[in-house]
């Protein structure tokens, strides 16, 4: 997006991204939802624990979200 740079300079880390995506599922727009979380996922990586899985690595907050959009979205194998 537009603003995306100024997004990934807040101090605050993925506060942005973790707010948006959060109104963006209690509107009724999950699509935008999880492309926005998966967005801030991307730009706030975390490494996996040591002997963890890939998949639980990131940001916890944007993790839910992105879950709670595929299951919005009608896709609750893919929040699994």
Do not use: M
Request: charged content about 25%.
């Amino acid at each position: 997006p537009e603003y995306a740079p100024e997004w990934d300079r807040d101090p605050a880390g993925p506060r942005l991204y973790r707010w948006f995506a959060r109104e963006l599922v209690a509107q009724g727009y999950p699509t935008l939802a999880l492309k926005t979380a998966r967005r801030g996922l991307d730009r706030y990586p975390a490494p996996a624990p040591p002997g963890g899985r890939r998949e639980a690595a990131g940001d916890p907050v944007l993790r839910y979200l992105t879950a709670l959009a595929f299951a919005r979205g009608g896709n609750p194998d893919s929040a699994h």
